[in-house]
């Protein structure tokens, strides 16, 4: 740190120690800067001392004698304070996120300075990325594209990993695994490649107030719908009668062909004695391989082989005949399902042993 930058932060300390911090969380702004002091570590904390007046320095140092017991959420809070205040007040702006994990894991130990850092550098956005949860993973993808790769990790990074895999596979597919390998690269991001992707993030939320199709209301009523508890054929018939076409499309994703990959053995054994092979050998041309596997895994080995054969000898099949053939598999299993004579699980559920 130059003498500027180091002048300019020992007298924002000093001002700080000076009882401007605040109140945060039931602190005195006073023991807010004795914390902030005995952080500090001899040296610094004395230089901060000799800049304050007699009045300062006798309370400060009082109220530093008599902390004890001091807890790791009271000094994170201070440290945030502190650093949130410096940024403000003082002409400077540039400490890297590099340099104050050093000075901080010096003072504080890593596990904390980590803490720390996590709240001044990310929080910011967070609520923003937040806000993009809701969108078409097509639509964010598109947004992207243009980017920088290190930018689209960036921005990935922030999402939560659900969405972040469905905006990845919407991205053009020869710019994926560099995409991810950046993601992977990822351990500090500096504050200007943030300012950067705040910069992104808002020009994705401002876009937003002239999109009317982004957020898929239809598969949210339909996850909505498989999570209610008790009767939920009543609810649907309720929604039948306000709207019979759009209940048909709730239908048809909240019996989405790819839930039979979460199925148990004994449902999955179930449906491939009551489903021919036939349609097997077509539903399952171009299947997301979790489902094909669930299937194949749960056939009997000698129905397995006759499968197997049947796939080998069938070839290509128009889309519209796989898409048919998997709504009648489908119908087949919601019927089962409505009868009470199969236990279907509609969304993944947390299970225990």
């Given at each position: 740190?130059?003498?500027l930058n180091k002048s300019d932060l020992l007298n924002n300390a000093a001002a700080s120690a000076g009882i401007a911090l605040g109140?945060?969380?039931?602190?005195?702004?006073?023991?807010?800067?004795?914390?902030?002091?005995?952080?500090?570590?001899?040296?610094?904390?004395?230089?901060?001392?000799?800049?304050?007046?007699?009045?300062?320095?006798?309370?400060?140092?009082?109220?530093?004698s008599s902390l004890s017991g001091i807890k790791v959420d009271a000094v994170k809070t201070s440290i945030q304070k502190?650093?949130?205040?410096?940024?403000?007040?003082?002409?400077?702006?540039?400490?890297?996120?590099?340099?104050?994990?050093?000075?901080?894991?010096?003072?504080?130990?890593?596990?904390?300075?980590?803490?720390?850092?996590?709240?001044?550098?990310?929080?910011?956005?967070?609520?923003?990325?937040?806000?993009?949860?809701?969108?078409?993973?097509?639509?964010?993808?598109?947004?992207?594209?243009?980017?920088?790769?290190?930018?689209?990790?960036?921005?990935?990074?922030?999402?939560?990993?659900?969405?972040?895999?469905?905006?990845?596979?919407?991205?053009?597919?020869?710019?994926?695994?560099?995409?991810?390998?950046?993601?992977?690269?990822?351990?500090?991001?500096?504050?200007?490649?943030?300012?950067?992707?705040?910069?992104?993030?808002?020009?994705?939320?401002?876009?937003?107030?002239?999109?009317?199709?982004?957020?898929?209301?239809?598969?949210?009523?339909?996850?909505?719908?498989?999570?209610?508890?008790?009767?939920?054929?009543?609810?649907?018939?309720?929604?039948?009668?306000?709207?019979?076409?759009?209940?048909?499309?709730?239908?048809?994703?909240?019996?989405?062909?790819?839930?039979?990959?979460?199925?148990?053995?004994?449902?999955?054994?179930?449906?491939?004695?009551?489903?021919?092979?036939?349609?097997?050998?077509?539903?399952?041309?171009?299947?997301?391989?979790?489902?094909?596997?669930?299937?194949?895994?749960?056939?009997?080995?000698?129905?397995?082989?006759?499968?197997?054969?049947?796939?080998?000898?069938?070839?290509?099949?128009?889309?519209?005949?796989?898409?048919?053939?998997?709504?009648?598999?489908?119908?087949?299993?919601?019927?089962?399902?409505?009868?009470?004579?199969?236990?279907?699980?509609?969304?993944?559920?947390?299970?225990?042993?």
């Open positions: 740190m130059d003498e109140n945060a969380d039931g602190m005195t702004p006073l023991e807010q800067a004795a914390i902030l002091l005995l952080c500090m570590g001899e040296e610094p904390a004395s230089a901060v001392l000799r800049c304050l007046s007699r009045e300062e320095l006798l309370a400060v140092t009082q109220e530093m502190f650093f949130d205040e410096y940024r403000e007040q003082s002409g400077v702006h540039g400490a890297s996120r590099a340099f104050l994990k050093r000075s901080l894991d010096l003072a504080l130990g890593s596990d904390i300075a980590n803490s720390v850092l996590n709240n001044i550098y990310g929080d910011a956005i967070r609520p923003k990325m937040a806000r993009l949860q809701w969108v078409s993973p097509k639509w964010l993808a598109d947004r992207i594209a243009g980017e920088h790769v290190r930018m689209q990790a960036v921005f990935l990074a922030f999402l939560p990993p659900a969405l972040a895999g469905q905006v990845v596979d919407a991205l053009p597919q020869d710019s994926r695994d560099l995409v991810l390998v950046n993601i992977a690269r990822l351990k500090d991001i500096d504050r200007e490649l943030l300012q950067e992707l705040e910069e992104l993030v808002n020009s994705c939320l401002d876009s937003l107030h002239t999109q009317s199709t982004l957020v898929e209301g239809m598969q949210q009523t339909a996850d909505i719908i498989n999570r209610l508890p008790g009767d939920r054929a009543r609810m649907i018939e309720l929604l039948r009668g306000h709207d019979p076409e759009i209940v048909n499309e709730i239908e048809a994703r909240m019996y989405d062909f790819f839930i039979l990959s979460r199925q148990t053995e004994t449902v999955l054994l179930r449906l491939t004695e009551e489903v021919p092979l036939e349609m097997w050998a077509i539903a399952l041309k171009g299947a997301e391989p979790a489902v094909s596997q669930a299937i194949t895994q749960t056939m009997p080995r000698r129905q397995a082989q006759a499968f197997e054969a049947m796939m080998r000898r069938s070839g290509p099949v128009p889309l519209s005949r796989v898409e048919e053939v998997r709504r009648d598999i489908m119908a087949q299993v919601k019927t089962l399902a409505d009868a009470g004579e199969i236990d279907l699980q509609l969304f993944a559920e947390e299970v225990v042993e």
